[in-house]
């Protein structure tokens, strides 16, 4: 139906018609290019296999966890365009939890800059309205001060179809353009219950930057979360947010007693072995059995990453 | 010098009601949404006695001058009449007779109808709801393409000041309203000057006799007069009589044309005629006052008139209550049409609401429609809450701080958090949790209060769950419900809104998490 209106909006102001398309063909040429250059994932060799950090402020927890990595630069190399994508789906203060934490993310941008980056953008696919998820949750403030750019998910036209060849029910997904041209993208999801999922945490952070969310809820969310993380170009870098926790009535709360303040953050570049980690942090909150969060044991089947801590490298830090 | 500042007063008000309603990036604070409420029918329609009080008073001491800067439907008319004088260069108009017993017929219908059947006339006659009209359904898609057009533009040189819009009509029915309205209006006025404003627009009737006692207004000094008739060319409401060297107040505007075309000097606006003694004389100005008080007279009995009619009318309404008992049917039709938080029912919406379409054009989440028959006939066009591109916001109240009319009246966010516009309704034959086994959880997930919250179901899966006395009606679940054809999941509305019970909230947790846990 939105087509069918937009197509008759359009006939009406022809001249808008022709130049849209001009501009379409020219986002499919950077996209040739951008391809061609992404190279991050996979090339770096850090010490430990995933950190842990309690105890602190979220962008102190962050720089600890980065430096035991070896420095933001490890990973982000001079000149490339680089993505952060934060959980940013409700319309909520950071006091509630709904969001990550925007101290966090500034940390973030500003490290991804000082390593070199040539350009940080920071967006999500929101549930409640963009604009206000953008201001509510300080991130848009913090993101603008720290030199980081953002930018809009709302709009189906920002999204291009990809196929997904390895994963098992969703086989083709509409990306943001923001990922599918940057060299390099960081995923940075905050911890939460949640009601249909038990928990989102890195792997679910991905149905933010897929258009249509519709369609995991309609056809197995769990398996459909596990498939998106088959994406090719995998997030070079998990940082959970854990400083603040909604343990209860998730992903969006209703009041500041489902919220706890923890302090935790947890890092790494398996997407699966973070979320473990996280959802084991979370199970001390409240009782979350590994397996009721469905997706990570559907991402390790899809050979996405280990559930098994043991045998990664961990380093943990009590601040 | 007059016409110069009426032109600038004008221009300035005319844009930014204009702006108001194209403005989808909030560029413009809200209060500026005061523009509004300082209309004539939103003013009568929510009693604000004072803003009526200016405005009645404005045109007693200096005419119609609010048919000429604030309205934004009269400064429409007066545009298109420029473009016909730059296009047609000879343009001349002549005096012609008014048609005092249409015009008090077509107000009496308006008044009339305002008490019998809802504001299904004021609804089309209102200038401004009839302007708004216009503005949002037909211009406003053209504005946004505009926009997209720039942030194509400007995206594709890395400057992110522009993002897209989504481009709709929202309803077929209004755009093809304000497409003829637009050319309706705009022809008439092109051609025929205030046409309009002087034959059918009931706010012109009521304030053009207001007009004839008015203080301040423009007066032919017959003594310099010699009935050239070049002011009378140029009057675009073809009020001025050159041969009697008479103006019919009833129809002038104040636009001030007049005065700077002739060239005897004898046209001025001033408070009394400089030849009064000569005006005494005339008979026929006699007569045309008697024709005057006639007019007024009626008028006055047809007020009279549809005053007696209020209490009946009032008398005749019932509420109705639906209870919802659809729960084991797969589709899910809605009984009757949501109305917006703080609308208090539907009948006073219907009663209240004229259209304008400012709450629809300001809507964040686009959730407010103009109505197709959801209403029936009289509340045609009038927006109506569908959850198919979005859902209410939990702490929004734009609407209700938007609304000239006092159709939705303004509520506080703690109000907004308690007001119950419908009752969630859970259709569980419809739900993926049910029919695939897989998880879902969305409308929970949408739910500001939980009044849908997940349950342990089976194999780790969760259900939704429904208590309908915490619910507020805000949508979300109905908007984010994946199942098709059929949704899962529904609000069905309060015909009067109601009180939510307040959310119950967690025990607080003081447990202290001082290991990572694995």
Known sequence: MDRREFLKAIAITGAAFTIKNVGGNMDLFSQTISKSSTDAIGTTSAKYDLVAVMGGEPEVMFQKAIAELGGMSVFVKKGQKIVVKPNIGWDKVPELAGNTNPKLIAEIVKQCLSAGAKEVKVFDNTCDDWKKCYTNSGIETAVKKAGGIMVPAHEESYYREISLPNAKKMKKAKIHEAILDCDAWINVPVLKNHGGANLTISMKNLMGIVWDRRYFHNNDLQQCIADMCTLDKKAILNIVDAYRVVKTNGPRGKSETDVVNPKGLFMSQDIVAVDTAAANFFNQIREMPLDHVAHIGNGEALNLGTTKLESLNVKRIKL | MLKKIRVILAIIFFSLITFIFLDFADLLPK??????????????????????????????????????????????????????????????????????????????????????????????????????????????????????????????????????????????????????????????????????????????????????????????????????SLCAKKCKAFCINPKESKIDHSRCVNCFNCINVCKQNAISYNFKNTSKKLMEENTPQNVENENINTNLRNFLVTIGLAGISIPKTFANKKLVNVVNQIDNKKEYNLLQPITPPGSRSIEHFNKKCTSCHLCVSKCPQKVLKPAFKEYGIEGIMQPVMKFDKGFCNFDCTLCSEVCPNGAIKKITKEEKHLTQVGKVVFILENCVVYTNGTSCGACSEHCPTQAVKMKPYKDGLTIPTINKDICVGCGGCEYICPVRPFRAIHVEANAVQVQAKPIEKEKQDNKIIDDFGF
């Open chain 2, 31 to 228: 209060e500026f949404s005061v523009l509004a409420k300082i209309q004539f029918v939103p003013a009568a329609l929510s009693l604000s006695w004072i803003i009526l009080g200016i405005i009645l008073l404005l045109t007693i001491l200096f005419g119609r001058i609010y048919c000429s800067i604030i309205c934004p439907l009269g400064v429409f008319q007066d545009i298109s009449n420029w473009f016909s004088k730059k296009i047609i260069k000879k343009k001349k108009y002549n005096y012609r007779k008014q048609k005092t017993i249409l015009r008090l017929v077509i107000l009496g219908l308006v008044i009339i109808s305002l008490f019998f059947i809802d504001t299904l006339f004021l609804e089309f006659l209102d200038p401004y709801s009839a302007y708004g009209r216009i503005i949002y359904n037909v211009f406003k898609p053209i504005y946004v393409a505009g926009n997209n057009l720039l942030e194509t533009i400007f995206t594709n040189f890395g400057i992110y000041t522009f993002y897209k819009e989504p481009i709709f009509i929202a309803s077929i029915f209004a755009f093809i309203t304000g497409i003829i309205t637009f050319l309706t209006i705009g022809f008439l006025s092109f051609f025929y000057g205030r046409t309009w404003c002087n034959t059918i627009c009931p706010v012109g009737t009521i304030l053009g006799f207001l007009n004839k006692i008015s203080i301040l207004k423009i007066r032919i000094n017959e003594e310099k007069c010699n009935k050239c």
